[in-house]
């Protein structure tokens, strides 16, 4: 929703904030991703990894909704 408003007010276009929000939750997810590759036994990022992929998958389902009640379209 942060992202669609200070688009909206920059004037960007919805291919453009849904790209930097995938870069966004890409970053928000790297640290778990690395420990579950890296670590041998790692049960819980691997949990938090994907608890993290479904918020993140969650938003960027929701966001089209978000920004037409915002009127950014």
Known sequence: MVAAGIGAQHGWRISVVTRWFIAAAVV???PQLLEVIFVADSH????ELQGKAIGC???????PIV???LGYE
């Not at 819980?44 to 949990?47: I, K, P, Q, S, T």
């Not at 998958?57 to 966001?63: E, G, H, K, T, Y």
Request: hydrophobic share 70%; glycine share 0%; with cysteine.
């Open 28 to 30: 928000f997810c790297l």
């Open 67 to 69: 920004s037409h009640k």
């Open 44 to 47: 819980a990022a691997f949990v």
């Open 57 to 63: 998958a969650v938003a960027l389902f929701c966001a």
